[in-house]
């Protein structure tokens, strides 16, 4: 276990919200010269080359999961982007995807420091009228920074009756 999620499971609040996450790239200048051409220059072509990486972490890591939930982009960012990249990569996975959660605009997390990042309410909703029933969970997003956007999603998710949630992120900063 990584010293991030020991310091998340010291933690009542968040202790068991997210079982795992596995990213596939560790983040460093040439991840972040290529999520910035992709995601703020709306080149999503960019995330094809990902595509046969991240598909090979899912079936490693997790061949046991029930549903794939991107997380969300508000509507805000979604229409100033074009695109949700945490869909995108979603997309490259063979499994059964779900757009269970909204978001609620914020500031830019990029914007934010480590402390803002970890200590930020949670903005996130489920939009179903029907509880989940156990199923196991699968995160997706593309970069895992502090942790904070992947167990705040999880959190509304084990409210509505998910089982184990993992999370599978593209880069891990």
């Known amino acids: 276990m990584c010293y991030d999620c020991v310091r998340w499971e010291g933690d009542a609040e968040w202790k068991d919200a997210l079982r795992m996450n596995h990213s596939v790239y560790t983040y460093n200048d040439t991840m972040k010269d290529v999520l910035a ?13 990902f595509e046969s990486p991240f598909q090979q972490a899912y079936t490693t890591h997790f061949p046991h999961i029930d549903l794939v939930v991107p997380i969300p982009l508000s509507n805000e960012r979604l229409y100033e982007r074009g695109f949700n990249q945490a869909t995108v990569l979603a997309a490259f996975l063979p499994a059964r995807i779900e757009e269970l959660l909204t978001r609620t605009h914020t500031e830019k997390q990029s914007k934010k420091s480590r402390a803002e990042r970890i200590h930020v309410e949670n903005v996130f909703r489920y939009n179903k009228s029907n509880r989940l029933t156990g199923q196991s969970i699968l995160l997706i997003d593309d970069i895992y920074t502090t942790g904070s956007t992947l167990r705040h999603a999880a959190n509304i998710l084990r409210e509505q009756g998910a089982g184990e949630i993992f999370s599978l992120t593209l880069v891990r900063g």
């Open 37 to 49: 051409t992709a995601k703020f220059r709306g080149d999503i072509a960019l995330f094809a080359m």
